[in-house]
Nanobody, 126 residues
Framework: QVQLVESGGGLVQAGGSLRLSCAAS????????LGWFRQAPGKEREFVAA????????YYGDSVKGRFTISRDNAKNTVYLQMNSLKPEDTAVYYC???????????????????WGQGTQVTVSS
C-alpha cells in the first residue's frame, strides 16, 4: 500500500514557475515508477511526466517537453515536478501516481498506476 500526498500547487502568472511535490509513505518507494498526470475541467486525464523505478529514466508529454522536469528522491520518498514557462493551458488539477515496477511502455498510461494522490490545483493566469 502506498499513500501519496501532493503539495505546491497554486496561482501563478503565465511565464512563471511552480514546483510540485508528492510525498509517499507505506511501501517500498524505490520499487515504484512515478508519474504526474493532470486533468482540466471537461477534459480527459492527460499524461505529464514519469520517472522509472529503475535507472530513473524520464518521460514527458509532448505539451510539456522542455518546460517541465520530473525528479525523484528515494531517500525522501518524494517525487517532484518542476514547471517552468507556465502557460494558461497548463491550468488543471495535477495528480501524482505510483505504479509497481512499470516499464517504459506502461508509464504514460494512467490505467497502469496502482495508487493516486488527491490532486493539487495549478492555475496559470494570462
Amino acid at each position: 500500500q502506498v499513500q501519496l500526498v501532493e503539495s505546491g500547487g497554486g496561482l501563478v502568472q503565465a511565464g512563471g514557475s511552480l514546483r510540485l511535490s508528492c510525498a509517499a509513505s507505506g511501501s517500498t518507494f524505490s520499487s515504484y515508477s512515478l508519474g504526474w498526470f493532470r486533468q482540466a475541467p471537461g477534459k480527459e486525464r492527460e499524461f505529464v511526466a514519469a520517472v522509472s523505478w529503475n535507472f530513473g529514466i524520464t518521460y514527458y508529454g509532448d505539451s510539456v517537453k522542455g518546460r517541465f522536469t520530473i525528479s525523484r528522491d528515494n531517500a525522501k520518498n518524494t517525487v517532484y515536478l518542476q514547471m517552468n514557462s507556465l502557460k494558461p493551458e497548463d491550468t488543471a488539477v495535477y495528480y501524482c501516481a505510483a505504479g509497481f515496477r512499470l516499464v517504459s511502455g506502461q508509464m504514460t498510461d494512467h490505467y497502469k498506476y496502482n495508487y493516486w494522490g488527491q490532486g493539487t490545483q495549478v492555475t496559470v493566469s494570462s
